[in-house]
């Protein structure tokens, strides 16, 4: 019985993690650029003093699915979209590169560029400082150019260049803050074939109806995994009452 009772209930706990995933992604399904986690369940032999005879669920997220999102038309001047493959630069909280998704951006009181989530936007030379301006402009190539304060329409400015990269997915790991970096950690070249549209903001490759229908699935799962865990505990009470009676 112990046997029994020891499955079902690695199976309920790692089936309610797995529910933990697809609800992420379902909390995530207006985030601009959001990338979708996957989710696998496989069987794990419990390795220790004795031989592996007991076996238990493990759920677990293998990998990110990096397929882009539909394009949503905003009209805001800051609203940067990428094109196909790509990723747009940006300086995480411990002050490494990161990547993503994310294109709506806004100049702070000082001057700097940052994300939605007031990550620095990187450029050529580091973060970028946009000057006192009455517009600015990006384009498709990421140069930003602007029409400084006081000065005639027909006179703009080039300040700086988004840092456009586009490395192999293989080599891309997605980390509990949400953004894109390398697997061994290390700075990616800018890639001058990298486009960018603006006005545009990239909605999240979620399917709400997929998201849901697992989770529909999992929380099965998980009932059956507790009506195993019951029938385990009747089938145990029932052969300690046969041990008594004999």
Not at 38 to 65: H, I, K, L
Not at 79 to 103: F, K, L, N
Request: without cysteine; charged residues 20%.
């Amino acid at each position: 019985m112990d046997k029994m009772l020891y499955v079902a209930m690695t199976g309920a706990s790692q089936n309610a993690r797995a529910q933990q995933a697809h609800a992420n992604n379902l909390a995530n399904i207006s985030t601009t650029g959001f990338r979708r986690d996957f989710e696998q369940a496989r069987s794990m032999q419990v390795f220790g003093d004795s031989f592996p005879a007991r076996v238990y669920a493990m759920t677990e997220r293998p990998g990110t699915d990096f397929t882009s999102g539909t394009l949503q038309e905003t009209g805001r001047d800051l609203d940067v979209a990428v094109e196909g493959d790509g990723w747009i630069a940006v300086q995480a909280p411990d002050g490494s590169e990161a990547y993503a998704r994310t294109g709506s951006l806004n100049v702070d009181t000082l001057g700097m560029l940052r994300t939605g989530d007031g990550l620095p936007v990187l450029g050529n030379a580091g973060p970028i400082a946009v000057p006192p301006d009455e517009k600015i402009d990006i384009g498709a190539d990421g140069s930003i150019s602007i029409r400084a304060l006081g000065e005639n329409p027909n006179v703009v400015v080039g300040v700086d260049r988004l840092k456009l990269v586009n490395p192999d997915p293989k080599q891309l790991v997605k980390g509990t803050d949400g953004l894109i970096r390398m697997k061994t950690g290390e700075a990616v070249e800018a890639d001058a074939a990298v486009r960018v549209t603006s006005g545009f903001l990239e909605a999240s490759n979620v399917n709400a109806v997929a998201e849901m229908t697992s989770m529909l699935a999992l929380s099965r799962q998980f009932e059956l995994h507790v009506k195993m865990m019951r029938t385990a505990e009747e089938d145990g009470a029932a052969a300690a009452r046969v041990l008594q009676i004999s």
